[in-house]
């Protein structure tokens, strides 16, 4: 059969039929018991629940990462410290100050 015809059928029959003004029998009591029947949401507990599943992703993430830290051979090519970069640094600056030759016009400390 054709699907057309089918739907055309079946809309046909669904018009031809008239609504009734009544409303079956215990309709209301059903109802009634069904929306009492229903918990409130919570919506605390639906916070709840979700932080509860995503915290299994984010140990899972954490223990690759952490997996991958230890796994992973330290490079020392360029194993140079912080520390003994800034020192070098400053002291660096410090060692030019001293070679720097006086500005014209200056005095100087051993002149009177």
Do not use: H, Y
Not at 43 to 70: E, K, M, N, T, Y
Not at 77 to 85: I, T
């Amino acid at each position: 059969m054709n699907v057309t015809q089918l739907q055309q059928k079946l809309i046909a029959a669904a018009r031809a039929r008239v609504p009734e003004d009544q409303v079956p029998w215990g309709f209301e009591k059903r109802i009634v018991a069904l929306i009492r029947s229903r918990a409130a949401t919570d919506p605390l507990a639906l916070w709840v629940r979700g932080l509860w599943r995503a915290a299994v992703p984010c140990v899972a993430i954490a223990v690759l990462l952490g997996a991958w830290f230890v796994l992973t051979p330290a490079s020392n090519a360029n194993a140079n410290d912080l520390s003994e970069s800034f020192e070098t640094t400053l002291l660096a600056s410090v060692g030019q100050g001293d070679q720097m030759a006086p500005l014209p016009g200056t005095p100087t400390q051993g002149a009177d």
